[in-house]
């Protein structure tokens, strides 16, 4: 075969470097020689598919030739193998000498006929090659690429979203692949996309665009600069991994792969720029998994809704968006700097800040309540005592952020759950960082946002407008108060510490038994059809954001929304946690997939996991108890398995014995696995998760009878990550699982 003139046998024989294939066959695809104007859609992307196979190919036998069939190949602190192959052809891939008959079989279903369907399979094909080229980039250590560029994106980050895409606060994902007319209207693109919520994978030339725009890419702003050219598929893996994890799609499964994409991965493709064939057939591999693609290139001819041309950039976000059924209700927020849920992931670091709040620094807190028509201005923002502009810069402000609401169906107990939302809420605001509530609240206001003109008030502005947005059939009015008078904040604290105390009151005294009623929570049936959270006074929801008061409000509110009463009833099994009522309502809410649960056990028929879980439990059989890991911790553990492998095996809706997904609070909670011997039965967890629990797992400890030195019997990485390294330290410390029941059998 020849390719653009040049025989790839050539490429074997001059035993050209990796690089310096690219760099050739880079500008064979997109030089000035590059005439392909007159060819159709369909066209370009069988050609761009042979391109991108055989390109595939050379990669391919020189790394065999330099590496041996028995190199592994893979991505880091994944799962899922090389994903695209996993989710679509089940091919769990780990040596080398595996992918050239994949590569074959690829290869092998590409049609000269010029049809939608053989382009999609060419699509396919493009898709399969790309992913082969990244694991060969990993394999040959030039991956991943030095920040800003994210380059393969791992499972903790697919987990990290889980919750935002679960509940549509990120609406879709934006591919943007190419150049843009000009740096600013890559800037314009981009941030409208940020407002509208969106997650943004780039790649290309836009990626330094953006940057000589100074935006603010990566992680923490749900926009992956992935890298150049064949990067691009860490967008699609990125979509397919969500499609295994939280839609329990089976590796495999190729038309339920594609269905779920379609339906449930609400994501489009941007092309700016020059049209080639290769990047013309990864599109074509978009539209394979039901993801539109919008140009800003007149095009000769269409293929209606799945390839369009749109070239007016100041509406081409919303076109796009319209295109692929996206549909977000804005409501404008008059302050000076960008907004969204783009920002809440951002991080102000000390050097960045011009002034903090809270935090130990300073005296601050927030509190919501509800209050009477007689007692509310609508919409007032009033700030008391000095503003931002008052305090030198690296000041330590005192702070109080109340919030009176007045609904005609708002109630008390809904306080709490919209007081949750303030930490959300800021740090929708570019240059704000918030974390913790209450009078813990810690807040740092960036230097670039007080250059552009942020002050205290535009926290009133953006909590109006949220609050109004969010809540309209229980939120009729609001008006805040900031305050950073320290004598007056002194006062309302200490107010709002009797209303925080009485609070807590009424929780505490609300256990399983007290209440005639639990709740359900299907809000992550988005991405897990089948999965249900089953959630009670002592046991929250296992993203740990939902508790039984908060599921009771939600229901309130939206008596057709995620959170259903389940009425008790009686049990079947009290000590496992079996209900026939909860058991009839699992069925249906379910799919009809899952018959029973047992809530206060792991061992039998457990609650299942969607992927959102904070924390997972495992079986460790050797050590008769069970290891607990956490989302932030990436490490080893004794069960033989990272986090992310873990939730690779529990995600996606299914019970899974002896391995659960947890909210943290619920392992200081009185019903933690009862069945199973409680928390006598934790053998090991992260130093991090200890100190994250604190003093209230040492006095459940001790309420449990098993010593305020318990803790310290609990095993974490510094003594080890495997059996072997943990079982010593256990029966030196005498551990009490070593001497109860077999938790098996």
Known sequence: MVLKGLDLAAFHEKNLDV?????IMSEQLFGVENNNRGKSIFQKAYDGAIIATSYAEILLNQALREHGPDAEVG?????????????????????????????????????????????????????????????????????????????????????????????????????????????????????????????????????EQLLEENMKLGIDYIAFPLGNFTQVIHAVNYALRAGLAFGGIEPGKR??????????????????????????????????????????????????????SHPDYDDLVKFAME?????????EIPI???????????????????????????????????????????????????????????????????????????????????????????????????????????????????????????????????????????????????????KLIEEKIEAARQKYHERDERMRGLTDESVDTFYSCV??????????????????????????????????INPAGPNQPIPKGEANDPMKGSWKSVNDYLFNASNQTLEEVCIYTLME???????????????????????????EHSGMTPAGMTFSTLAGMIGGGVQTPGFMGIGKSYIISKKFIP?????????????????????????RAKEEGLGEDFVDKIADEDVGTSIEEILPFLEEKGHPALTMDPIIG
């Open 523 to 556: 809000l992550c049936q988005s991405f897990a059809p089948n999965h249900v959270c089953i959630v009670t006074p002592e046991r929250v929801g296992l993203c740990g954001a939902v508790t039984w008061l908060d599921g009771k409000a939600s229901y309130e």
């Open 75 to 207: 991505y880091p602190d994944t799962a899922y193998f090389l994903p695209v192959i996993t989710a679509l052809s089940g091919e769990k891939v780990t040596k080398l000498g595996e992918l050239p008959p994949i590569l074959n079989r690829l290869r092998a279903q590409l049609r000269e006929e010029l049809t939608f369907e053989n382009a999609r399979l060419a699509g396919e094909a493009t898709l399969y090659a790309a992913e082969i080229i990244e694991a060969l980039h990993y394999l040959n250590n030039d991956e991943p690429k030095v920040e800003p560029w994210t380059g393969f994106l791992t499972d903790p980050v697919v987990r990290m979203y889980g919750i935002k895409l679960v509940d549509w606060t990120i609406p879709g994902q934006a591919v943007i692949v190419g150049r843009a007319k000009t740096s600013a209207h890559a800037r314009q693109i981009v941030e409208e996309l940020m407002r509208k919520g969106m997650m943004i994978f780039l790649c290309d030339e836009i990626v």
């Open 323 to 331: 295109l692929r059924g996206i549909k977000v209700t804005d409501v």
């Open 605 to 631: 028929k457990p609650m299942t996991s969607c992927g959102c879980f904070e924390a997972i439990m495992a079986l460790v059989p050797e050590a008769n108890g069970i290891c607990i890991t956490t989302r």
């Open 336 to 486: 000076p700097v960008n907004f969204g849920p783009a920002f809440e992931g951002e991080t102000i670091r000390r050097a960045d800040v011009y002034v903090e709040i809270g935090g130990g620094k300073s005296t601050a807190f927030e509190l919501v309540q509800m209050v009477g028509l007689d007692q509310i201005e609508d919409e007032k923002i009033e700030v008391i005592g000095p503003e931002i502009d008052a305090f030198e810069e690296g000041a330590a402000v005192p702070m109080g952020i109340m919030v009176d609401i007045y609904g005609r169906k708002m109630q008390e107990d809904f306080e709490p759950v919209l007081e949750r939302r303030v930490h959300y809420f800021l740090n929708y605001a570019e240059g704000l960082w918030h974390v913790a509530q209450r009078d813990l609240a810690w807040l740092r206001v960036s230097k670039e946002a007080y250059q552009k003109g942020f002050k205290f008030k535009h926290m009133g502005e953006i909590l109006v407008g949220k609050f109004k947005e969010e809540f309209p059939s229980i939120v009729d009015r609001v008006q805040v108060t900031i305050i950073t008078d320290p």
């Open 19 to 23: 690089l310096e294939i690219e760099k």
């Open 255 to 308: 038309l339920e792969q594609r269905d779920y994409q379609r339906r449930r991965v609400r994501a489009f493709v941007l092309h700016l720029g020059e049209i080639d064939e290769v990047k013309v057939a990864a599109e074509l591999g978009a539209i394979f998994l039901g993801f539109p693609v919008v140009t800003d290139q007149e095009l000769e001819e269409e293929i209606p809704d799945w390839y369009v």
């Open 675 to 699: 069945a199973d011997g409680g928390l006598a039965r934790i053998i090991w967890m992260p130093k991090s998760l200890k100190e994250h629990l604190g003093d209230d797992l040492v006095q």
